[in-house]
């Protein structure tokens, strides 16, 4: 059957019934627009509570997947406690909009930490870690042997790095229609 799109307070949605959904609903995000797929036997009724029951699941998972500049600076702190013993103490963390190219940067001697707005929404362990890389900055200047000792303290620091440079290589792609 064709999309029956309906507008919600929280943006456009659109409802896709198909017949041979049995029970399970289920949503995402595609762009702009929430996507609700529900069985196509389900009444006006039963569509309006599980769009809003799964608008409701996919702000809050996002939410928690995208933190306020406050919360972001409470995670550094925690951060800096479990892997660098306290030892990187930011005077500020924040998101930014103006860093294209790079997840994060740190400001010294002031200790200033800047996330790049395109890191917000990814994987929790992935913020962890860009977090922790400019947390590490505060500790050492540098990218040399003694830097990446501190981030080896942190488990998810190879699966983090694979996970950016994907990410990378997909937006670089996505963007040179030459390749």
Known sequence: MSPEPTMDTAGRVEVRRSARRKSTVSAYREGDTTVVSIPARFTARQEREWVTKMVARLDDKEARRRPSDTELMARAQELSAQYLD??????????????????????????????????????????????????????????????????????????????????????????????
């Open 86 to 179: 306290g030892k990187a103490q930011p005077t500020s963390v924040r998101w930014v909009d103006n860093q294209e190219r790079r997840w994060g940067s740190c400001t010294m001697p002031e200790a200033s930490i800047r996330i790049s707005r395109r890191v917000r929404g990814l994987p929790a362990w992935v913020i962890d870690y860009v977090l922790l890389h400019e947390l590490g900055h505060i500790i050492v200047p540098t990218h040399g042997p003694e830097f990446w000792e501190l981030m080896a303290r942190y488990p998810r620091t190879d699966r983090a790095q694979g996970f950016l440079e994907g990410l990378s290589f997909a937006q670089d792609t996505a963007h040179s229609p030459d390749e």
